[in-house]
């Protein structure tokens, strides 16, 4: 159209006006300058709104000086500058915070003898305001009022704003008074602007008051006042309230808009609500608005840091599917989650591609990726990292050496740790508190520590960390006092307390625990009843931790129920017990078979989320195979399996005993083909594990039909599964058949043990065939088995019955030359037979029995005091 306009010479100057308006509204700065210099070519000359578009454009860009040059331009060109172009220029020197600019311009603006108006005034009071000089403002709201121009609600609008920023409610406040005993109306934007003051201040309650007055005096809020309030909120960690306003907000018909969705969004991920902000995420596009990339990366980010793996994975490949872009803390949260994880080849991956999503590695990614190396134990591929990102300029700072350090502390010597610390001098950091606080943690890491450790970390915390003018804090105590508790040196450990004391670094929950761990490690339950109520009287909160260690050791002293009670008044405190505190209580009822409340303790744990050890699932099962609760202990079994832990096949192995032992047949048949089926055993292990369970329930011929199953499978059953079958056919007097699975064990090249032989002696000897019983006797020594004492005292007492001493000479001589019983040669053969099942049945009582240490000592608790503290 232009062209066809030029050939008629028909453009004047409001035809470029309004093309240049368009393009410098459109942000084509470059086609507005080249409209500009095809006026002058076609010699139409610019007028002054020629220029003020142009210098409107320039300022708004932050090119203010550039439009100054355009100012000196228009003189050249015999223009007037207008009162709008020096106030465009007066407003974009104060927004660069040029203010001595600002300043010479307005009396540049006075020199050419243009009179200020009230938009004049006002860019000036709201330049000074935002620039902090309130005074000048104050002075120029004087002047405006001496000239005769009276303020407008946008003055005052920006004097409050400017009281606000500069922390000055109460004068805020005071101008709110001094307007409405004029008259003046307060409006939406003067609420709003001190509602957002007070918040941005804290003061939340004083924002709600202003809130209802803004309601009482008849003015509808806005979503920027409805913003401004929830922001304060979120601040302060109020989310109730936070959702309460955005209720009464949705009822009177104001909706959210894409800053408050981010506002909440982001709260909900710093906080940690991150299902919360999913809702708002989800809300935004159900509005018909559209989520920016920062609500993307914070959710993302908030994801990862919550644990949610799979939630965040799924998310980043929308990110990447949608083509939104990730900036370099959502990168350095995905390096970091695939570091915990120990992925390091992910988070390397991650790294290199950096430079693809248009991101440069900053100090946290070299920080992360440090240690997820030293995580993962790569601490050789950690120090060359290091070394290959030291001369990166701004990659590395303090906690980028201690991180390795730390490793080097976890996975290195400690000679290696020093050299560190010497090195740390020669690229200019200092080694500080932490730095000396981790190389005190790796002197006293790792079980029993040596003395010479003891000793170079007491020299550390002494001389290096108190003496050279650093700040000892709790950590470094703590540290030291964990040392000296693995080194066995309690009396040291609560010195330290009272070193802390004496230097007021006073003591936090974890130097109580170091100190109580001490006491309860050494029996002194009352000493750590003492310790809780002085932390209690001190007002240093327990942490589960403590409640933990109260719990191990009442426990360990059989005080149960009181256990109990410190579990049910951690959680009335608000700490929810860790998965330790529950694998103490269900292993001490388990223990004493009380599994009803080990039942219920360990439902409370799935109500919580959490899953027990492998060592409590144990425990659990066993006691409930002892109460014959089979039910149970399947289900505790199954949840075991369900829960990522894998059983022992001794539970599946005593759960089919049980079975078969209740006439559940088809039921240890399940159990069987479920233990096949994770592969906890082979296939013949575990159908032999059925042919034991039957036999020992007395179902002999049941047990030798799954038998034969195994044996044309073409399955060898386990050495156990045929002792244990030949048992079951001895008791049944059936010796031939348990002689005939003798040979078959032999022929499938089983090494027929002394437990063996000690089944088919026994059934002989029961039927009084003691001969035979003397042959396998003769040819288990023949193999190298060496007979024990049932062997000697089945045959011994079969001979003594049935009057066949003479046969039992040679037997004699045996258990003599063992040493098992005295050599009596003079005496007569019956006299040393009778003597010889005396000492022989004297000694397999002996190994049955419990053997009781007499140095046992039982610590005698205050019961009393006990009890009080759990009530307390």
Request: one cysteine or more.
């Amino acid at each position: 159209m232009i062209h066809k306009m030029k050939s008629c010479s028909l453009p004047n100057v409001i035809t470029y006006n309004t093309i240049l308006h368009w393009y410098v509204k459109k942000g084509r700065f470059k086609a507005a300058m080249c409209v500009l210099e095809d006026m002058e070519k076609n010699g139409v000359e610019a007028d002054v709104y020629t220029y003020n578009i142009m210098i409107d454009k320039l300022c708004k860009m932050k090119r203010s000086t550039h439009a100054y040059l355009l100012l000196k331009r228009m003189r050249g060109d015999n223009l007037a500058p207008d009162e709008c172009t020096y106030n465009t220029l007066i407003k974009g020197f104060f927004d660069e915070s040029k203010m001595m600019l600002a300043i010479h311009i307005f009396n540049e603006m006075l020199r050419q003898g243009l009179k200020p108006s009230l938009a004049t005034y006002t860019t000036l009071i709201d330049g000074y305001c935002r620039n902090g000089t309130i005074d000048e403002a104050l002075r120029v709201l004087y002047e405006m009022q001496v000239a005769g121009v009276k303020p407008s609600e946008v003055t005052y609008s920006a004097m409050l704003n400017g009281y606000c920023k500069a922390s000055m409610p109460g004068h805020a406040l005071n101008l709110i008074e001094v307007l409405k005993s004029r008259g003046t109306a307060i409006n939406r934007t003067m609420y709003t602007i001190l509602i957002d003051g007070f918040c941005q201040l804290g003061e939340v309650s004083k924002a709600k008051e202003i809130f209802k007055s803004t309601l009482a005096d008849g003015i509808s809020p806005d979503v920027v006042t409805y913003s401004a309030l929830i922001n304060g909120m979120c601040k302060m960690g109020k989310l109730e309230e936070t959702r309460e306003i955005l209720s009464r907000m949705q009822k009177t018909g104001v909706l959210p808009n894409e800053v408050l969705y981010t506002t909440l969004v982001c709260y909900c991920c710093k906080a940690g609500y991150v299902r919360e902000a999913m809702k708002y995420f989800v809300d935004i596009y159900r509005r018909g608005l559209a989520a920016n990339s920062f609500i993307h990366n914070a959710l993302l980010c908030a994801l990862y840091r919550e644990g949610m793996v799979t939630q965040a994975e799924q998310f980043k490949e929308y990110m990447s599917k949608m083509k939104i872009t990730f900036d370099v803390a959502s990168l350095n949260c995905i390096i970091d989650s695939y570091c915990s994880r120990g992925s390091v080849h992910e988070a390397f991956s991650v790294y290199d591609n950096m430079e693809k999503y248009g991101c440069s590695p900053d100090v946290y990614t070299y920080r992360n990726l440090l240690r997820g190396l030293c995580k993962g134990g790569h601490l050789v591929q950690a120090k060359e990292f290091m070394s290959c990102i030291v001369h990166i300029p701004s990659a590395i700072d303090q906690k980028t050496l201690n991180a390795l350090l730390l490793g080097i502390c976890n996975h290195g010597s400690l000679d290696e740790a020093l050299d560190l610390c010497e090195k740390m001098v020669t690229i200019n950091f200092i080694p500080d508190i932490h730095t000396y606080t981790i190389l005190l943690s790796g002197f006293c890491r790792k079980g029993l520590i040596k003395e010479g450790q003891v000793k170079a970390a007491s020299y550390l915390f002494q001389e290096i960390i108190c003496k050279e003018g650093m700040y000892a804090d709790c950590i470094a105590y703590n540290s030291m006092m964990n040392g000296y508790l693995k080194a066995g040196k309690l009396h040291k450990v609560e010195m330290t307390i009272y070193d802390m004391n004496q230097n007021k670094v006073y003591p936090n929950p974890a130097s109580y625990n170091i100190l109580m761990h001490g006491h309860i490690k050494k029996g002194h339950l009352s000493r750590s009843i003492y310790l809780y109520k002085d932390m209690v009287r001190k007002g240093i909160k327990p942490t589960n931790v403590t409640y933990r260690l109260l719990i191990l050791g009442l426990s360990k002293h059989g005080m149960i129920e009181i256990a109990v009670k410190f579990l049910d008044k951690m959680v009335l405190e608000g700490i929810y017990p860790d998965r330790l505190s529950f694998d103490v209580l269900i292993n001490a009822f388990s223990e004493k078979s009380r599994m009803s409340d080990a039942l219920q303790l360990f439902n409370c744990m799935k109500w919580l989320y959490m899953s027990p050890s492998s060592k409590t699932y144990s425990a659990m099962i066993n006691g409930l195979i002892r109460k014959n609760w089979l039910q149970h202990s399947c289900d505790v079994l199954r949840d075991m399996v369900e829960s990522g832990l894998e059983p022992k096949h001794t539970h599946y192995i005593a759960l089919i005993n049980a079975k078969c032992r209740f006439g559940d047949i088809n039921g240890a048949f399940r159990l069987k083909e479920e233990m096949t089926a994770l592969g906890i055993v082979p296939a013949e292990v575990a159908d032999s594990s059925i042919v034991r369970g039957l036999s020992k329930c007395g179902k002999v011929e049941e047990g030798i039909i799954v038998f034969c199953s195994i044996i044309r499978a073409g399955m060898v059953p386990t050495i156990a599964t045929f002792t244990t079958l030949m048992h079951g056919l001895c008791k049944e007097a059936k010796i031939s058949d348990a002689l005939h699975l003798k040979s078959l064990m032999e022929s499938c090249g089983l090494k027929i043990d002394v437990v063996t032989y000690n089944v088919l002696i026994t059934g002989l000897c029961k039927i009084q065939c003691v001969s035979d019983a003397l042959e396998l006797y003769e040819e288990m020594k023949s193999k190298g088995l060496r007979p024990n004492v049932t062997t000697y005292t089945t045959l011994t007492e079969a001979i003594y019955g049935t009057g066949r001493t003479l046969e039992g000479e040679k037997l004699l001589n045996d258990i003599e030359d063992r040493g098992l019983v005295p050599s009596y040669t003079d005496q007569c053969p019956e006299w040393r037979m009778e003597n010889a099942m005396d000492r022989l049945n004297m000694i397999r009582n002996c190994r049955k029995g419990t053997a009781f240490n007499n140095d046992f000592k039982v610590l005698h608790a205050d019961h009393k005091s006990i009890h009080k503290a759990a009530a307390d």
